[in-house]
C-alpha cells in the first residue's frame, strides 16, 4: 500500500515536473520576443511585419491577420536557430544552406533558386506548356483597351541574371525554349499587336563592356538599368518626339557598398562596386505620392505622361523616368486598372516585369 502511495506521488511530481517544463519552453520564446533579446542579430528576411502593426479597431480581421504575420515572422529565438542552421550547413557541410532560394555560383557570384518562380528551370526552358497563351491573352486585353483609348502600349521584359550572365551557374541544362520565347512566338504565330521590349540582346551586348548585375543580388545595378533605359527609349522614340538621356549627362562615381539580396538570406555580407549616376543639370523633381506600392512624381520641364506597372527593377529606373517624362506614376503591381487610366490619364502605359515573374501574367486581369 505505502509503495502504491509513494509511486503515485512520484508520478505526480514527474507530471507536475514535465508541465513546467513544458510550460516553461513554451514561455521562453515569447520573452525573447517580448524583451527583444534578439534585437541586436540580424534578420536574413525581408518581413512584412517586421517591427508591431498599427492596432486599427475597426478593422479587426486586417489587425488580427497583420499580428499574425508579425509574431510567425518574429517568434523568440527563430533569429538564432536560423542563424545556427546556416552556419552548421555552410561551414561544416560545405553546402548552401537553402539552395531552393539562394545558390552558389562560379567565381562569387549568388542566384535566386528556384523557389522564385522555377528561375532556374525557366533558364533552362523547362516551364509548363499552357502559360504562354493565358499570358498573351491578357497582354491582347490590355493592348486592346488602351489602344480605343490612343494609349501606346509596351511590354519590357528584363532578363534575370542567369540569362546574362550564364556562364557563372553553378551548373547548366540543355537548353530549351524559354517561356518568354513562347509567348513571343505566340503573338507572332496569331499576329498579337502587343509590343514587346526585350532587355537581352542589349543587355548581353553591354556586359562585354561593363558589369550591368550585382554578384551578390538578384537585380541589375545602375549602369545596367540605365542601359534597359537606353534601349527602352529607342522604342518609344519610334511612336514619341522624346529625347532621352545620355551617357555624357552624367557624373559617374563607383564606390564600395554591401548590397545583395541573394546573400543577406544567408548571412553573406560582400561589398561590391555601386556605381552611381548622378545627373550634370538635374530637373527639379516634385514627389505627388511617395507610397512604394503606388509612387507618382512630376517634371514639369516635360510633356508626356507616363503610368508603369512594374516590379523591383523599376527601383534604379526611376531616376532615369523622372527625368524624362512629365507625370511617372508606378504602380507595384500587373494587373493593370481601367480606374488608373482613367485617373491619371496617360501617353504611355508600360507593364515592366522580370522574366521570372512572367508566371504571374498568366494570372493577372484587366481590372
Known amino acids: ?16 515536473l514535465f508541465i513546467t517544463v513544458f510550460l516553461v519552453l513554451l514561455l521562453i520564446p ?28 475597426n478593422k479587426p480581421t486586417k489587425t488580427l491577420s497583420a499580428i499574425n504575420s508579425f509574431y ?21 557541410l560545405k553546402e548552401d544552406p537553402l539552395p531552393n532560394y539562394m545558390v552558389t555560383g562560379k567565381d562569387n557570384w549568388y542566384f535566386l533558386g528556384n523557389q ?20 498573351l491573352s491578357y497582354l491582347n486585353t490590355v493592348n486592346q483597351y488602351l489602344s480605343n483609348q490612343n494609349i501606346k502600349f509596351y511590354v519590357v521584359v528584363v532578363p534575370d541574371k542567369h ?95 554591401t548590397i545583395g539580396d541573394n546573400t543577406k538570406m544567408t548571412n553573406l555580407k560582400h561589398e561590391v562596386n555601386f556605381v552611381n549616376l548622378e545627373p550634370k543639370s538635374p530637373n527639379k523633381i516634385d514627389v505627388v505620392l511617395d507610397d512604394q506600392n503606388y509612387l507618382h512624381f512630376k517634371n514639369n520641364s516635360k510633356t508626356l505622361n507616363l503610368l508603369m506597372y512594374r516590379d523591383s527593377f523599376t527601383n534604379a529606373l526611376t531616376p532615369f523616368l523622372n527625368q524624362t517624362f ?21 501617353d504611355i502605359v508600360i507593364l515592366e516585369i522580370a522574366e521570372r515573374n512572367l508566371d504571374y501574367l498568366s494570372r493577372a486581369t484587366l481590372k
Open 30 to 57: 515569447n520573452v525573447v520576443l517580448l524583451f527583444g533579446l534578439e534585437s541586436n542579430l540580424e534578420t536574413n528576411e525581408n518581413l512584412k511585419h517586421a517591427t508591431f502593426p498599427k492596432i486599427e479597431i
Open 163 to 257: 540569362q546574362i550572365y550564364k556562364e557563372y551557374l553553378p551548373y547548366t541544362l540543355p537548353q530549351g525554349t524559354t517561356l518568354l520565347n513562347l509567348v513571343k512566338q505566340n503573338a507572332s504565330l496569331n499576329s498579337s499587336h502587343v509590343k514587346f521590349i526585350d532587355l537581352h540582346k542589349s543587355l548581353l551586348d553591354k556586359k562585354e563592356q561593363h558589369q550591368i548585375y550585382y554578384k551578390t543580388d538578384s537585380h541589375w545595378d545602375n549602369l545596367g538599368a540605365f542601359y534597359g533605359y537606353k534601349t527602352l527609349m529607342q522604342e518609344l522614340e519610334k511612336d514619341f518626339a522624346i529625347t532621352s538621356l545620355n551617357k555624357d549627362d552624367f557624373n559617374i562615381t563607383t564606390s564600395l557598398k
Open 72 to 92: 510567425t515572422g518574429n517568434f523568440g529565438l527563430k533569429k538564432t536557430a536560423v542563424n545556427q542552421y546556416i552556419y552548421f550547413k555552410r561551414a561544416i
Open 116 to 135: 522564385y518562380n522555377n528561375v532556374f528551370k525557366n533558364t533552362f526552358g523547362v516551364i509548363p506548356s499552357e502559360k504562354p497563351s493565358k499570358i
Open 1 to 16: 500500500m505505502l509503495i502504491t502511495h509513494l509511486f503515485i506521488l512520484d508520478f505526480k511530481m514527474k507530471a507536475r
Open 326 to 346: 512629365n507625370n511617372v506614376i508606378l504602380i507595384r503591381d500587373f494587373n493593370v486598372a481601367k480606374s488608373h487610366i482613367n485617373k491619371h490619364n496617360p
